[in-house]
């Protein structure tokens, strides 16, 4: 039977926040913006672990090159994993990958798509709204 709640989750959730931390105080290249650590999915024999990941601003066009931020990511990557290692006490650190996380943007274009619509269709049916109601009438 398996657990409602596996080792890789919890520890993909531990490494979310120590590689927060991490990211934080030991990357110190300028021209890496503020980043979110959205996520860490982290495989079954914890040899792997996806970080997705925002950048701060990246909605409104101030972030910087997305690009440039994934090339220090991954340039960073190697050095993250040993300290992540002995941050966690881990026998073997998972090899971390650094991946765009576009939910946030993609799902604030949505609702900006779905905000037009509704503006657009409350002003064709304007009229509707003013007209007298048939299925008011007395029978």
Do not use: C, W
């Not at 090339?71 to 073997?92: F, N, Q, S, T, Y």
């Amino acid at each position: 039977m398996a657990k409602s709640y596996p080792r890789s989750r919890r520890v993909g959730e531990q490494i979310q926040r120590t590689l927060s931390e991490m990211l934080r105080r030991d990357v110190r290249d300028p021209r890496l913006g503020s980043i979110t650590l959205t996520e860490v999915r982290v495989a079954d024999d914890l040899a792997h672990a996806k970080v997705f990941y925002t950048v701060l601003g990246s909605g409104l066009g101030l972030a910087p090159d997305p690009k440039l931020t994934q090339e220090i990511l991954d340039e960073a990557a190697g050095m993250l994993r040993g300290r992540l290692g002995r941050a966690l006490r881990l026998r073997h650190a998972p090899e971390i990958q650094f991946a765009l996380d576009t939910l946030i943007d993609d799902g604030s274009r949505l609702s900006e798509l779905i905000n037009k619509a509704v503006k657009r269709d409350q002003a064709l049916h304007a009229d509707d709204e003013t007209a007298p109601d048939s299925t008011d009438s007395k029978n």
